[in-house]
């Protein structure tokens, strides 16, 4: 596709519950990234993808989130037993190659929200 | 330790009047340095980036941006606001032989009619 996109736009769950948020990098990127843009606590980096490998999962809150990707493209952030303070916009970014002077283009998000 | 700095968190200009939203960045080695822009409920877009080339850098809508070692700052301008400038503005570092951006809290800009 032409930019980075994101499913689904919004969610909403209740407390306890699991969610998949997915991600679709734009084609021939091989660096995607996960951030969490929470009210007040700006953007927070959460993992890094090269290729199907994440070689740094440091900024993951707790051991309730994880990620995958599969065939160095689509990727897929798993929240389980979601929490009220996960709430947050969801946001993925991918850029062609790892390096501090690449752009990354960003998708539009998902906004959760968990009741 | 590397970080950047946003000196304001809100700005208001009046339409037509220029824009100053300040960055300044604290890094032992040499940066790469970004504004991105976010409409609301919007994704993050790139405005423009600073590489090591020319220090004065053009982006996209009529901003610029100038790098400036000395002062370790990376501010953004633009010479007459317009409507839809208003938006939320990250200034983002990062540097060579890394892949993390390190983003800056935000400036929100609002325009009057």
């Known amino acids: 596709g032409a930019g980075v996109s994101q499913s689904p736009s919004n969610k909403v769950t209740e407390k306890g519950k699991d969610v998949e948020l997915r991600c679709d990098p734009i084609s021939g990127h091989t660096a995607l990234y996960w951030y969490r843009q929470s009210l007040g606590q700006g953007l927070e980096f959460l993992i890094y993808?090269?290729?199907?490998?994440?070689?740094?999962k440091s900024g993951l809150p707790s051991d309730r989130f994880s990620a995958e990707r599969t065939g160095g493209s689509v990727s897929t952030l798993t929240i389980q037993r979601t929490q009220q303070e996960d709430s947050a916009v969801y946001l993925c970014a991918s850029s062609f190659n790892r390096g501090g002077q690449e752009t990354q283009y960003f998708g539009p998000g998902t906004r959760l929200l968990v009741l | 330790a590397q970080s950047v700095t946003q000196l304001d968190s809100h700005v208001s200009v009046s339409e037509g009047t220029p824009v100053l939203l300040r960055c300044n960045y604290s890094s032992s080695y040499s940066p790469s340095l970004f504004w991105y822009v976010q409409h609301p409920n919007k994704g993050l877009q790139l405005l423009l980036k600073?590489?090591?080339?020319?220090?004065l850098v053009k982006g996209i809508n009529g901003f610029e941006a100038e790098f400036k070692k000395s002062e370790t700052s990376f501010h953004l301008t633009k010479p007459s606001a317009h409507m839809s400038d208003a938006a939320e503005y990250f200034c983002v570092v990062s540097f060579s032989g890394t892949y993390k951006y390190i983003f800056g809290t935000g400036t929100r800009l609002k325009v009057l009619a």
């Open positions: 600073y590489t090591s080339a020319a220090t």
């Open positions: 993808f090269q290729g199907n490998s994440a070689p740094d």
